[in-house]
């Protein structure tokens, strides 16, 4: 192709249909790219493109031709066939995805995401002896890749070796503890082992964590396995041509308090009736609004209607702990507590409380009550693991 001109309408068509892909046009991206291989059908890096968009999807037989086209023209294309061996994992032709990142090992034998993307498979095949292997294998490679820890602590729950697990999921959370769903597996592999009759052994788990303190994003409670989706289908390949195409930007993790504070609405088993729900309710948006000392006034007059309530009291502790009034939150969440004493939302706020006003040995004792009132909550084991590093810190 060296007509310019027709170089610069097919660079033009690229373009159009890498834009289409970023703002989840998939189809329009199709035909974009359709027209660009009518031009010029050899051009591997669009066969590429198209075959994430068809994969995007969930035409994963269309996008395998897409990627076997684009190989007969570049057989030792890694991109190309990384994506490939999604696209036949998706729809369970294991051995030939296996064989899609043999290939990839064969031209680089140090590909550690290749051998992270092996084990998936056989992870997802439920062959989970042989997808340990290759998580190892990848791990010497690149021991600061927190998704292969993750993913090895995934497989290692199922091969019922869990305190195995919660280290390798310690290990990646020392590697990047901004990730919610490690969190949440480490929470769901802490409850499994309670419910084996394995004991929880804390000074193990303190001897794991890090030494300095990170910012953690908000920990829900969420099991997710790793293993490809649509969403990692890879990149988009851009000519050399079309190098001012921008990646998108990765979201940027929201920051906020070391232990999630959890705020209850007026339904439920305690729920508020009549006037004292008015009042809860206009605390409640002004406490949303950032707006304490507003909330704490309607939460007061919501008591006076009906004293007996506790999720007024675990709001009015929260709006007041906000303001840094710990000793006055905590009187609130005793109340709370003495109306309902197995509620685990109020003894974890309790334990944040009592961790903020630094009384760190009350707070883990008050986080493992939360705990064994409901081991699926990772705020428990989230405040259990800071008291540990602060007490670690003053021996």
């Avoid at 890694?78 to 490939?84: A, D, Q, T």
């Avoid at 099991?223 to 998108?248: F, H, K, N, Y």
Wanted: overall charge negative; aromatic content about 8%; some cysteine.
């Amino acid at each position: 192709m060296n007509d310019p001109a027709i170089e610069t309408d097919v660079n033009i068509l690229i373009n159009k249909g890498n834009k289409l892909v970023e703002s989840g046009m998939y189809n329009d991206a199709i035909q974009s790219y359709d027209k660009a291989l009518e031009i010029d059908p050899k051009l591997t890096e669009v066969l590429n493109n198209k075959g994430l968009a068809l994969a995007r999807t969930w035409k994963h037989e269309d996008a395998i031709k897409c990627y076997e086209k684009a190989l007969e023209i570049k057989p030792d294309d890694e991109e190309v066939l990384y994506n490939k061996g999604i696209a036949l994992a998706m729809i369970g032709k294991t051995a030939e995805s296996i064989a899609c990142y043999d290939k990839i090992l064969e031209i680089n034998p140090g590909d550690a995401s290749a051998l992270c993307s092996k084990g998936d498979v056989y992870f997802e095949g439920a062959k989970y002896e042989a997808a340990l292997h290759e998580y190892d294998r990848s791990i010497k490679i690149n021991p600061k890749d927190e998704t292969v820890w993750n993913n090895r602590g995934l497989t290692l729950v199922k091969l019922n070796r869990i305190p195995d697990a919660i280290m390798s999921y310690d290990t990646a959370l020392e590697l990047n503890p901004t990730v919610e769903k490690i969190w949440s597996n480490k929470g769901l592999a802490l409850a499994k082992m309670k419910q084996t009759g394995e004991s929880i052994d804390l000074q193990k788990i303190a001897s794991t964590l890090h030494k300095e303190e990170p910012e953690i994003v908000n920990p829900e409670l969420e099991i997710t396995t790793t293993i490809p989706t649509p969403d990692r289908q890879g990149e988009l390949q851009v000519p050399v041509t079309t190098s001012s195409e921008a990646a998108p930007e990765k979201p940027v993790p929201l920051i906020i308090n070391p232990v999630n504070e959890q705020f209850r609405q007026y339904s439920g088993k305690n729920a508020v009736t009549g006037k004292s729900k008015e009042y809860l309710i206009k605390g409640n948006a002004f406490f949303n609004e950032k707006k304490y000392a507003e909330a704490i006034d309607f939460f007061d007059i919501s008591l006076q209607l009906e004293s007996n309530n506790c999720i007024t009291w675990n709001n009015k502790g929260l709006a007041l702990a906000r303001e840094d009034k710990y000793d006055e939150a905590l009187i609130c969440y005793e109340k709370a507590l003495e109306i309902d004493p197995d509620d685990y939302v109020y003894l974890n706020n309790k334990g944040n409380a009592l961790y903020k006003k630094g009384d760190i040995k009350t707070a883990l004792k008050t986080f493992g009550l939360a705990f064994e009132k409901n081991p699926e909550n990772p705020t428990s084991i989230r405040g259990i693991e800071l008291c540990i590093k602060s007490l670690k810190k003053t021996v």
